[in-house]
């Protein structure tokens, strides 16, 4: 039978059995064990992916090269741990659940560092702006406006979706946070979407905030074993009484701060370093977003304090914010890992991600052996990620033991075949189509191609939020 047809085919029988209540194998090799009736990827059982073509575990010890590359091998999933990875892993492992693996390239999920889930609602804003420009007609007006919490969910709903479709499996989510119920709002979608998340809570020095976020994280956060928090601010001198309440707040919490940080040629005469330096801030596992117009001696205070980087390589095309320093970043040893920064790049596309991070290092040096490489781009992407958030001993790469967080990528689509060197080809090739499956904590998120989730009543209740914010925002 020809692929497609095939695939046509299963998606119907799985259609079928599901409405019947049938538990059924996708893609199951004739010597499999059959499952558990009733055993849906839900992450309570066991997986096996058998035999598949190529597995980037991200670990060196695992396999070969830096990557940890092995081919034919295994990859089995107990729960929502990975149980073990590599050739023939999966043949005696009891009542699995098995996916044929066959042909498919098997990755850790992408770690999104940055995003602002709410702002697929402002897709297409002010294309011709540059950063402040952008802000000042798209998110600004939006401070004291009558944003809600159905206006959060909608567009927080829409991008998680989005972003599993692409293979992302942890979001970092800096959020405006409007007005508490619009975080409320924003932490719901993100909760009901099922991927592993961060919620970066933008706080201030009003008491009244700052009650609501310890809230959040003693009564919602730390009851989500999905879930993690920081503190967003934005450090200038100008807003320095807020950044020094965000910073005080993060330390009495014992969770990291994440700042937008020289994003803009204009953002350095703001005093960002300077009110960063006066907080205290500069400090290990403070997050940076951007840091674009960094000196070197900069470089070498936040290299030495431990500060990690969210690259932004798309938004940041789209702003003419600048390109990145870097080849500079990687001779410090710095943790930098790559973010989709929400309506700025307004489609989630980690794989295109990837490549503007390649192509912008070399079309502004005209080097094509500058750094990164294709394999240095999804090395960020995914360990590199982790590592900036501090969760590379959970998540990041196929490791035993860690978080069973993986996709399946089918490269044998017009786009992507033949095979010549995959993981480069996975940079330079991949699209959120070739992206079978997803599995966040052992649950299936994406499934034969298909994103689990109410699609098209994402996307209508998204439609409705932003008519109602682009009034707001009188366009």
């Not at 702002?119 to 007609?137: F, H, M, P, V, Y």
């Not at 998110?139 to 919490?149: E, I, K, N, Q, S």
């Not at 970066?200 to 999905?226: C, G, H, M």
């Not at 937008?260 to 997050?287: C, F, K, N, Y």
Request: charged content about 20%.
């Amino acid at each position: 039978m020809p692929r497609r047809r095939r695939r046509v085919f299963e998606l119907f029988v799985l259609t079928i059995a599901l409405v019947l209540g049938v538990s059924v194998l996708v893609g199951v090799g004739r010597d499999a064990t059959p499952a558990p009736a009733g055993q849906r990827f839900d992450g309570t059982g066991r997986v096996v992916v058998r035999n598949a073509a190529l597995v980037v575990t991200m670990d060196p010890t695992l396999g070969t090269g830096d990557l940890g590359l092995i081919e034919n091998a295994d990859v089995v999933l107990d729960g929502d741990r990975i149980r073990a990875v590599g050739r023939g892993a999966g043949r005696s492992v009891a009542g699995a659940k098995v996916i044929d693996g066959r042909g498919k390239i098997v990755l850790p999920g992408f770690v999104d560092l940055h995003t602002h889930a709410w702002q697929s609602l402002i897709r297409g804003c002010a294309t011709d702006k540059e950063l402040n420009g952008w802000l000042g007609g798209c998110v600004l007006p939006l401070y004291g406006a009558p944003v809600t919490a159905q206006d959060a969910y909608a567009g927080a709903r829409l991008s998680t979706l989005d972003a599993v479709n692409t293979g992302v499996t942890t979001m970092t989510d800096w959020s405006h946070a409007f007005n508490a119920d619009f975080a409320r709002g924003n932490l719901r979608a993100l909760a009901d979407s099922g991927v592993r998340f961060v919620f970066s809570y933008a706080a201030n020095a009003n008491p009244a905030t700052l009650d609501e976020v310890r809230r959040v994280k003693r009564e919602v956060i730390d009851q989500n074993p999905l879930a993690n928090l920081q503190i967003g601010s934005h450090p200038t001198t100008e807003n320095y009484e807020n950044l020094a309440a965000s910073e005080q707040l993060a330390r009495e919490l014992g969770v990291p701060l994440n700042v937008h940080l020289h994003e803009s040629r204009a953002d350095p005469a703001t005093g960002q370093m300077d009110a960063l330096r006066r907080a205290g801030a500069i400090r290990p596992g403070l997050l940076v977003d951007h840091a674009i117009y960094l000196t070197d001696a900069e470089l070498d205070e936040l290299a030495a304090a431990d500060v990690r980087v969210a690259h932004n390589p798309l938004s940041n095309m789209r702003l003419a914010s600048g390109v990145i320093r870097l080849p500079d970043m990687r001779a410090r040893n710095m943790k930098v890992g790559l973010g989709l920064d929400g309506g700025t790049n307004d489609t989630n596309d980690m794989f295109n991600d990837m490549r503007a991070a390649v192509g912008l290092q070399r079309a502004t040096a005209a080097d094509p052996t500058r750094y990164p490489q294709p394999s240095d781009a999804l090395r960020m992407a995914t360990l590199g990620g982790a590592e900036a958030l501090g969760l590379d001993a959970e998540i990041g790469s196929l490791t035993p033991g860690k978080q069973a967080d993986i996709q399946i990528v089918d490269p044998q689509e017009t786009n992507f075949a033949p095979r010549v060197d995959w993981v480069s080809q996975l940079v330079f090739n991949a699209q959120p189509a070739n992206v079978e499956w997803v599995f966040v904590a052992g649950v299936a998120r994406k499934r034969g191609g298909q994103v689990l989730g109410d699609v098209d009543r994402a996307i209508t209740e998204a439609q409705a939020a932003a008519d109602r914010l682009r009034e707001l925002l009188g366009r």
